[in-house]
């Protein structure tokens, strides 16, 4: 996801506090440095973490019910909880143009060129000639950036209106009994998923305060061992399909209705068992706080080699990995690929795309001008009066 800057945070802060947001930190020059909330980089690391789990799982889900369990559970929530942080983050979302700018370098720019590559490394490692390369058509993760694109887009809509989270509700139970809506930017997705982002933008601090509590995380403990439970055994008669939210209850081979019950109920589980992940997000600084920054990285990047294991028969050539050492096996490496596609070098390899500057592609702010218009006059007329005034010491002297 792209990395918003946080709020600054206190080791200290308790789950009663009010906001997430203590102390800063001072910079070299004695200016305040604000500091990224470590709560929200670990939330970030390890739903990416899970989102690689479930993609290293999907193969397994065949010849195993525990591995069907997981991927069901991890499914219900791994990406709402992710959608909801991005929602949080883009509360102050407006149409300034340093934040229209931010949208399109951080977020349009590499739904562009992953597209692309994807497209391309389909066509490679698939032998697939003729697929086709085309940005209304999101293939694999790259649907994630531009529902992100737009919703961010629809921020302001958000802010205005009485009831936003009904709202978004009724509009992705509508999306789920609408077949022809189509493949164009995912749209399905887009309005499915559109209700966790909109838990986002309302959110609070004190709303993540409470989910951190020690009754909610004691709590969330039987909850999520009932939800294995319960997935284990509707696992051989679910369609687990429901949980990407990418097709209608008609393309799944359900009644109408289903859509609609299946919107509810999957968005109150998948609420709930978000509310347990992030009661278990450690607060403080953690040895892999720092890759929270870079998981729009990992997550676009483990897609080559997700799709890759795929396209090359990796599982199939392998009959020891449906064994419960393999699968064991194949989690941890998920686990430990994400996290290096995390780390500051990866980022800094792939910032060309991820997270291009283009200066050259915007105008210069008005205001911007301004003020460095302004800042240069205070410094000439500064460094004038100081001279002046050296003039006359000088002169008394």
């Given amino acids: 996801m792209p990395s918003p ?9 308790s789950p009663s506090s009010a906001r997430p947001v203590t102390r800063a930190a001072v910079g070299p020059g004695g200016a305040p440095v604000k500091q990224r909330d470590s709560f929200f980089d670990n939330a970030k690391y ?25 991927y069901m559970v991890v499914y219900s929530f791994h990406m709402p909880a992710f959608i909801i942080i991005s929602g949080y983050f883009s509360r102050s979302f407006d149409m300034r143009p340093d934040r229209l700018k ?18 391309f490394f ?16 999101p293939w694999y993760l790259t649907w994630f950036l531009i529902a992100l694109f737009v919703w961010r887009l629809t921020t302001p809509l958000w802010k205005v209106v009485r009831w936003p989270v009904p709202l978004a509700l009724a509009i992705a139970a509508l ?14 997705r887009v309005l499915q998923f559109l209700p966790f982002f909109v838990v986002g933008l309302c959110m609070k601090p004190s709303h993540f305060q409470f989910m951190r509590r020690r009754e909610v995380r004691i709590l969330s403990a039987p909850i999520l061992a009932a939800s294995l439970a319960l997935a284990y055994w509707l696992g051989p008669d679910m369609n687990s399909a429901w949980f990407y939210h990418r097709d209608s209850a008609q393309e799944l081979d359900a009644p109408w209705w289903a859509g609609i019950v299946m919107t509810l109920a999957l968005f109150g589980f998948s609420m709930v068992l978000t509310t347990c992940f992030f009661s278990w997000v450690p607060r403080r600084k953690m040895w892999f706080t720092a890759l929270g920054a870079g998981t729009l990285y990992g997550y676009l990047l483990h897609g080559f080699l997700a799709k890759g294991s795929r396209f090359w028969d990796w599982y199939d050539g392998h009959a020891w990995v449906y064994q419960p050492l393999g699968e064991v096996f194949v989690t941890f490496f998920a686990a430990a690929v994400i996290t290096v596609l995390c780390t500051p070098p990866v980022q800094r390899m792939f910032r060309f795309a991820m997270e291009p500057r283009m200066e050259w592609a915007f105008k210069r702010d008005a205001a911007e001008l301004a003020r460095e218009r302004g800042a240069g006059v205070g410094s000439v007329t500064r460094s004038g009066a100081g001279s002046h005034a050296g003039g006359k010491v000088g002169a008394k002297v």
């Fill in 46 to 70: 390890l739903a990416i973490v899970l989102v690689a789990m479930g993609h290293a799982w999907e193969p397994l889900t065949d010849h195993s019910r525990t591995a069907e369990a997981l």
């Fill in 122 to 137: 389909k066509r490679w490692a698939d032998d697939d000639p003729s697929h086709p390369i085309s940005l209304l058509d």
């Fill in 102 to 119: 931010r949208l399109v370098t951080g977020i349009a720019v590499p739904y562009v060129l992953f597209e692309i590559a994807y497209s």
């Fill in 5 to 13: 800057r946080s709020p600054r945070s206190s080791p200290s802060s």
């Fill in 175 to 188: 999306a789920s009994v609408s077949p022809d809506i189509g493949d164009d930017l995912d749209l399905q």
